[in-house]
């Protein structure tokens, strides 16, 4: 990426249970494209962490299990929180190929 290109980051929150919420964060780490996740109660910071881009499935599992240990204790202290999710936007845009043009 060079300098002149422009990255558009979007956030999305989520208010999920204590009881949710190790579950809900597996998810969004498996999902693959999250790049940082914030944990917060009351509007205050409680847990925040960056995700690598393209790491899901199983190898995500390995790396953030300290982290999803984290969270469960966390879970069990709280419970409403609101999960930030920042992710980047492709700026991929289709292009449908040009028709023929008609011969008569």
Do not use: C, H
């Not at 990255?7 to 579950?23: A, C, F, P, R, T």
């Not at 790491?55 to 879970?75: E, H, K, Q, R, S």
Request: aromatic share 2%; net charge negative.
């Amino acid at each position: 990426m060079s300098g002149s290109e422009r990255v558009k980051i979007s956030l999305e929150e989520i208010k999920v249970k204590g009881s949710q919420l190790v579950d809900k964060i597996k998810e969004i780490i498996e999902e693959g494209n999250a790049r940082r996740v914030s944990i917060r109660k009351d509007g205050r910071t409680l847990l925040e962490f960056p995700l690598s881009v393209g790491v899901g499935g199983a190898t995500a599992a390995i790396f953030f299990t300290p982290v999803l240990a984290a969270i469960g204790a966390l879970a069990a202290l709280v419970s409403d929180v609101e999960i930030i999710i920042e992710r980047i936007e492709s700026d991929v845009v289709e292009v449908e190929p040009e028709s023929e043009p008609e011969t008569d």
